[in-house]
């Protein structure tokens, strides 16, 4: 069975099972103890500190390892507003960090300091001058990603870590779902990553701090892991998290390559086999192994049981799929479609019969999504005459069925004429103006609507 969710977990590398094996004989000791094993525990984690530093770009005395890559995330904001509070309350992210990040930035706010986020455009991306307007006077931190969990875009973090230093603002970068590829380039002054992104065991994430980076650790005190992260290191799978790493990198270029063949052949084919599609994410500063795009008129939920039936498994920032019915905050930031979206991510080693065999697959499980729930096929037709505005009631209806009910009604009206939709479904806001784009229709805007929800308007062009 495909696994194609290797940005959510990769699976364990094999070099991470051989050294997590080998250390729980070797590391179980106490490396703070002066005794024999205790030594034999510290030479270990010193390894894999000196080894995980080097795939980093840093000294081993400036990273230490954590809990998990949230928890790295957390200690590096914290930290560095704690450091900085002095200069002022500011921290300055991204429209589309990991959650991590912005969970951390609504504690800030919360506890009383100010959050700016910088918008990104349609690719994921953002501007690196926006960006670095966004750094004022008391502006204390910046978070950027060095590439994007959800379509893969890769950030200008060069240029906004160069804008940072020269606004003296340092700029935290979550590496998670980059580092195993490489190292990330620019000036950055702290970085948090996640083992289990590249191959290594859960429960390990690593954060590197600069030299010269004021940062205050928050929390009570700990005498382990330079007070950063406090509590009774993982030995076993610190050391399976840093073997597989330098393992992975061993093998990023050419892998690398093979994986970015892959996904082209999947963005290229979903364009061509699927009807009323978006591929969303930058086509080319992009990470290699991963690929997004969403569907019209398909329920997202339905559409990734339908693909699990047939043996993949695959991830979705649809509303439809979560419990938050709201669509996932990065493909909202970006305002492309959301309904019926896949994100397909290659762990290492994905076979290429694997990716034709799910190119084969995905029309027939989207058109039969689509019969199911009735969408539309084809353009629309000719309105009939006399026809005058419409309104379609969507109230209480998920996605994709306001969508769909405004397809079925658009060539009821004359170009020129309108549609409103009512819905109540907060992925209307998204999708219906994304509908719009793809189908050459002109969205007018949104109005509160007195029957509950909102009205959205849409101009027949086409």
């Known amino acids: 069975m495909p696994y194609f969710d290797a940005a959510s977990a990769a699976p364990l590398h094999p070099v991470a099972r051989q050294a ?44 230490v390892f954590t809990p998990s890559g949230t928890r790295a995330v957390h200690a590096g904001v914290s930290g560095a507003l704690a450091g900085r509070r002095r200069v002022g309350g500011g921290l300055v992210v991204s429209a589309v960090e990991h959650s991590s990040v912005l969970h951390a930035a609504e504690a800030h706010a919360a506890a009383g300091g100010t959050v700016t986020e910088v918008p990104v455009g349609r690719s994921g991306a953002v501007d690196a001058d926006g960006f670095a307007a966004a750094l004022g006077a008391g502006t204390a931190l910046a978070c950027l990603q060095s590439a994007n969990h959800e379509v893969g875009t890769e950030q200008p973090v060069a240029e906004v870590a160069e804008a940072c230093r020269a606004a003296g603002v340092p700029l935290l970068v979550d590496a998670a779902q980059s580092l195993g590829w490489g190292p990330v380039e620019g000036g950055w002054s702290l970085l948090a990553a996640s083992a289990h992104k590249w191959g290594g065991p859960a429960g390990v994430g690593l954060l590197a701090v600069r030299k010269g980076v004021r940062f205050a650790p928050r929390g009570p005190a700990d005498e382990r892991e330079s007070g950063r992260a406090p509590g009774f290191e993982n030995l076993p799978a610190i050391v399976a998290a840093a073997a597989s790493l330098r393992a992975v990198r061993a093998e990023a270029a050419a892998e690398g390559a093979r994986l970015r063949a892959l996904v082209d052949r999947i963005r290229a084919g979903v364009a061509e086999l699927v009807p009323e599609v978006e591929v969303v994410g930058d086509p080319v500063r992009r990470l290699p192994h991963l690929v997004t795009f969403s ?32 669509p996932s905050h990065v493909l909202r930031a970006m305002g492309v479609l959301s309904e019926g979206n896949v994100r397909v991510s290659l762990p290492a080693g994905t076979a290429a019969g694997d990716v034709d065999r799910f190119l084969d697959v995905l029309p027939g499980v989207v058109a039969g999504v689509r019969e199911r729930l009735g969408a539309p096929v084809g353009r629309a037709a000719a309105p009939a005459a006399g026809a005058g505005p419409l309104v379609v009631d969507a109230l209480g209806k998920r996605c994709p069925i306001p969508v769909i009910e405004l397809a079925k009604v658009i060539g009821d009206v004359p170009p020129g004429g309108t549609v409103t939709v009512l819905a109540d479904d907060a ?9 719009c784009e793809m189908r050459g229709q002109e969205y007018v805007g949104e109005e509160p609507s007195a029957r509950g929800g909102t009205a959205y308007v849409v101009r027949r062009v086409a």
Do not use: K, M, N, Q
């Open 427 to 435: 992925a209307a806001r998204l999708d219906i103006p994304a509908w």
């Open 20 to 63: 997590l094996l080998a250390s729980l004989d070797e590391g179980w000791a106490d490396p703070a103890r002066l005794y024999r094993e205790g030594r034999r525990a510290r030479l270990l984690l010193d390894a894999a500190r000196e080894a995980a530093a080097d795939a980093v770009g840093c000294r081993p005395d400036e990273l």
């Open 295 to 326: 569907c019209l008129y398909v329920d997202g939920e339905t559409l990734l049981h339908e693909l699990d039936r047939e043996g993949f498994s695959v991830s979705s920032g649809s509303s439809c799929t979560s419990s938050t019915l709201t």
